[in-house]
């Protein structure tokens, strides 16, 4: 079988007026690694969804070595020997590997009846090539993620996939298991599939790409060599100059007023989702809990707020027990939180701007007098924290869900930031956030920090971390895995991803 | 195990070693308690007679001759030492095994049996026909729960069950009168079925209105209609169109004269065989064939099914409408089987224990296909009971299949997994 070159041509994808993508050119010559490289919400994903038939083209023409094809679906587009691992894995979780490598081209002996073991022989042969260590009879859910991606990349290579597109295969990963993800993706070049690989993750972007194509909204800007800056990219991501660095101030460590010790959530299981946690942090001081989604970070959080059940241990703030209090006793404390999930947990989509400003200060003058509200008060508040965080927004009476992503965070980062803090923390307080309300949302966090609080960052992005950290506290499987200081080598803070000690042992 | 340099210094406030839950070990032991006190020392004294083959049986086995108050006792015995051995386990951190519960269920019911029948007027019934009625009066369950399996599978909720057992039940009566036929009245059973489930299939699937909301409407309007026509057109003339003539009983020769297993496997109408027919084949369609994997795929994980080139909502659709006629099957032994003729809501609420059914039987066939025989044995006995003259008021006996199914669905045998998407539209993107 030859290999493929794929073209596309003056694609555009519109959802009511709204043009995803608008006359894109891409060409992807065999046997390369062709990055597609903008922020969230660029078009990227939407591209690929066409490329691989889940949604029909406004305009424009796909062509497979130099012939237009139509894709009617995703059966179309495998038979042409494009494969796609998603952004979100379309694994079934209650299947094994096998059922899963074996969906939609299910090998079958008389009347449709299962022959499983030619798909486990198959993925023992591509395991045994790549080295992947795929057990074809685990269930899914039982498996790490890293390992699910990979049981992603053997569905396509089942299919004989000439073409792989790899959507943000990078966002669940450690940085070791990315630097093996990327291992892969040269092995599979080398065997000659080409690779399509979206990312907004500049340093991986610039290690294995052959070709670098910048989109941005929804338009192609232009194509870079691997070699451009990271600062070049980044400009071209945003189409304005951007300054990579936050080049905050040292930290100016006062009293230590917030201390956690011990601290234990339970879960469910009986299993100790948060196990035996003790730090502290310092008025003026920046913690950055890093770690792999799904280590305790959300529990961790949680606790100190006061929204997690089956915690031991103590939480102190200015001397006060937290652990114990109501929810709104501890926000009447000082704490400021970010949650996680803005969608979720720290908006009501539906309610206004205005009315999501202050949602924690609805019943308190000047917002509310007796039983009723002000609401000239509370649009005049939300005027003012509209303008101070740059909120885009058609107006303050718009339903907070209609923002994008990072317009939705600077409304909760304001309401949060809106009253005067003992201790603000945030939990992935740039997640799904375009660059440019990066840099911004940092520097409110910097200078939070700067009058005094103490604060506490959780992120998964290692980069963040590293961007805000005096502190680093490393979270594993619910323990600590050690604090370290800011300026601590990536590759050491990875290991402590991965459960390995400051030291460079396991010490257990 | 992962390191811990920064190991709390504080002395730690170390949590209790995890402990399964004590639902279990305690309602077993309360059970039992109770078993051997109002069934044992507190039992009548009569003895209670157990037939277990029927006089014109070729082989006779003698009957079970258990006196009431020794009987409740043993049993009541027999109950406690299974309830210390599950808080035993409890104790040493262990949950109870699976089998231990239904055991402890099987030797609870067979208790409350004798109590009940060393108490009654005629203190003799016959098992073989308990049971051989409880599978009668399961059939319409097994095929309203699978038609349950095949939706839920696939991720639709079936709430309509009813709708289609009731919508089966007049076409059956209707058809086979017309036609002379209960065949082919079993036939237009599964079409009236079908059609009602298309009627979920579209609203649900293609106008994405709420499954459970177009669930319960169906069942109001085909309750509505068949009332209506029942009423203009059944009653008048019943000759014309309400006497269908029932399905033949086909027994099997020789198989069944076997005492108990024999009436039960192998002395059915077609419907009853069709029913052993449809959990195996459904069963053996869902685990074992592609057609199964990806109905299960569209079912946990909808998206990941379409990237793979399957055809989410084709495949809901036809599994409804399969589901359907199904059922459609089940609601024609209500008048083609049971009575031989249809009446205003012949289906009685069965559909919903059907729904009950398939929880408890865990969305799986054979899961299904056992819990309806639960259910239609805990009808029969009401129905028995009854004759024989209890002393426990026929208000409670009426209660028993219901509480049951309270019971059951409660998660008495532990937490069952519904398909992830299961109620949930699919739109693509």
């Keep these: ?508 | 195990m992962s390191a811990t340099s920064t190991a709390p210094k504080s002395g730690s406030t170390a949590l209790p070693a995890f402990r399964p839950s004590m639902k279990v070990p305690l309602s077993l032991g309360i059970l039992a308690l109770i078993a051997l006190v109002f069934f044992g020392f507190l039992g009548p004294d009569q003895t209670a007679e157990m037939k277990i083959s029927d006089a014109g049986d070729a082989v006779a086995v003698p009957a079970l001759m258990i006196p009431g108050q020794v009987g409740g006792v043993v049993l009541g015995i027999l109950l406690l030492a299974m309830a210390a051995y599950s808080i035993y386990l409890w104790t040493q951190g262990e949950r109870s095994p699976k089998w231990l519960p239904i055991a402890f269920a099987v030797v609870f019911v067979f208790a409350l049996l004798v109590w009940i029948v060393a108490g009654a007027r005629q203190p003799s019934i016959s098992l073989a026909g308990l049971v051989a009625g409880s599978v009668t009066l399961a059939v319409p369950l097994v095929f309203g729960s699978l038609s349950g399996v095949l939706c839920e599978r696939v991720g639709v909720v079936n709430i309509a069950i009813e709708g289609q057992l009731l919508g089966g039940a007049f076409t059956a009566a209707l058809v086979a009168t017309m036609t002379g036929s209960p065949y082919i009245g079993l036939i237009a059973a599964a079409a009236a079925g079908a059609a009602v489930s298309m009627v979920l299939a579209v609203f649900s699937i293609k106008y994405l209105v709420n499954q459970i909301i177009v669930g319960v409407v169906l069942n109001v309007l085909v309750s509505g209609i068949t009332g209506f026509l029942y009423g203009t057109l059944m009653v008048p003339n019943k000759e014309q169109f309400n006497t269908p003539g029932r399905l033949d009983i086909l027994p099997i020769p020789l198989l069944s004269d076997i005492p108990i297993i024999g009436p039960i496997l192998f002395e059915q109408s077609i419907a009853g065989y069709l029913m052993y027919i449809a959990v195996a084949v459904v069963w053996f369609g869902l685990f074992k064939t592609r057609w199964g994997l990806r109905v299960r795929a569209v079912g946990e994980h909808p998206q990941a099914a379409d990237t793979l080139g399957i055809n989410v909502n084709a495949t809901r659709f036809w599994n409804v409408t399969l589901g359907g006629a199904i059922a459609g099957i089940g609601g024609a032994v209500f008048t083609l089987v049971t009575i031989d003729s249809f009446t205003k809501d012949i289906s009685g609420g069965r559909g919903f224990i059907a729904l009950a059914a398939l929880i408890f039987g865990r969305w799986n066939p054979i899961g299904a296909f056992l819990a309806s025989l639960l259910f239609g044995f805990a009808y029969n006995l009401q129905s028995i009971l009854g004759i024989i003259g209890t002393p426990v008021p026929s208000q409670f006996m009426a209660m028993l299949p219901y509480l049951v199914t309270i019971f059951a669905v409660a998660g008495l045998v532990g937490k069952s997994r519904p398909p992830a998407a299961s109620g949930i539209p699919y739109v693509k993107g």
């Design chain 1, 1 to 508: 079988m030859g290999v493929v070159k794929l073209e596309l041509k003056g694609i555009s994808k519109a959802f009511g007026t709204f043009y995803a993508n608008q006359d894109i050119d891409l060409v992807v010559e065999s046997g390369q690694i062709h990055c597609l490289l903008g922020e969230n919400g660029a078009g990227k994903s939407t591209l690929m969804n066409v490329l691989y038939g889940l949604y029909e083209p406004t305009a424009g023409q796909i062509l497979v070595d130099d012939k237009p094809v139509t894709f009617r679906g995703p059966g179309d587009a495998m038979a042409a020997g494009i494969g796609m691992v998603h952004q979100h894995f379309m694994l079934v979780p209650v299947f094994t590997v096998a059922e899963n490598v074996a969906l939609g081209a299910e090998p079958t002996s008389f009347g449709g009846v299962l022959s499983i073991e030619e798909t486990r022989k198959k993925i023992r042969e591509i395991s045994k090539k790549y080295g992947f260590d795929v057990d074809p009879d685990a269930l899914v859910e039982d498996l790490p993620v890293g390992v699910q991606q990979r049981v992603e990349i053997i569905k396509a290579l089942v299919r004989e996939a000439k073409v792989l597109i790899l959507d943000e295969p990078t966002a669940v990963l450690t940085p070791q298991e990315t630097d093996e993800l990327l291992d892969i993706m040269r092995q599979l070049r080398a065997g000659g599939t080409s690779i399509v690989f979206i990312s907004h993750k500049l340093r991986e972007v610039k290690a294995v790409s052959d070709v670098i194509t910048v989109i941005r909204r929804g338009k192609v800007v232009g194509d870079a060599p691997p070699t451009a800056s990271a600062t070049e990219l980044a400009s071209m991501m945003v189409g304005r100059p951007v300054s990579l660095s936050l080049n905050k101030a040292p930290a100016q460590p006062k009293e230590t007023t917030f201390v956690v010790e011990n601290l234990t959530v339970r879960a469910a299981n009986g299993t100790n989702v948060v196990d035996g946690i003790s730090f502290d942090i310092a008025q003026g001081e920046i913690l950055a809990v890093a770690g792999v989604q799904g280590n305790g970070q959300t529990e961790l959080t949680e606790a100190i707020l006061g929204v997690q059940e089956h915690v031991t241990g103590s939480v102190t703030l200015d001397g006060k027990q937290l652990l114990g209090l109501p929810v709104k006793d501890v926000l009447r404390s000082g704490v400021g939180f970010v949650p996680e999930d803005r969608t979720v947990d720290g908006l009501v989509g539906p309610f206004s701007v205005a009315e999501n400003l202050v949602l924690d200060l609805y019943d308190q003058a000047p917002f509310a007098s007796g039983i009723g509200m002000k609401p000239a008060k509370v649009t005049e508040n939300a005027k003012a924290k509209i303008e101070e965080f740059d909120i885009r927004t058609p107006s303050a009476g718009s339903a907070a869900g209609t923002l994008s992503g990072g317009n939705q965070q600077k409304v909760v980062m304001a309401r949060e930031l809106s009253r005067p803090l003992r201790l603000f923390i945030a939990s992935q307080p740039t997640r799904g956030v375009d660059v440019g309300s990066i840099e911004f949302l940092h520097k409110r966090i910097v200078a939070e920090r700067d009058v005094g609080t103490p604060v506490m960052i959780v992120s998964t992005e290692l980069d963040e971390v590293i961007e805000l950290a005096d502190r680093i506290a490393v979270l594993y499987k619910g323990k600590l895995v050690g604090i370290v200081p800011a300026g601590t080598p990536r590759d050491t803070l990875g290991l402590m991803m991965a459960g390995v000690g400051p030291e460079g042992g396991s010490d257990d």
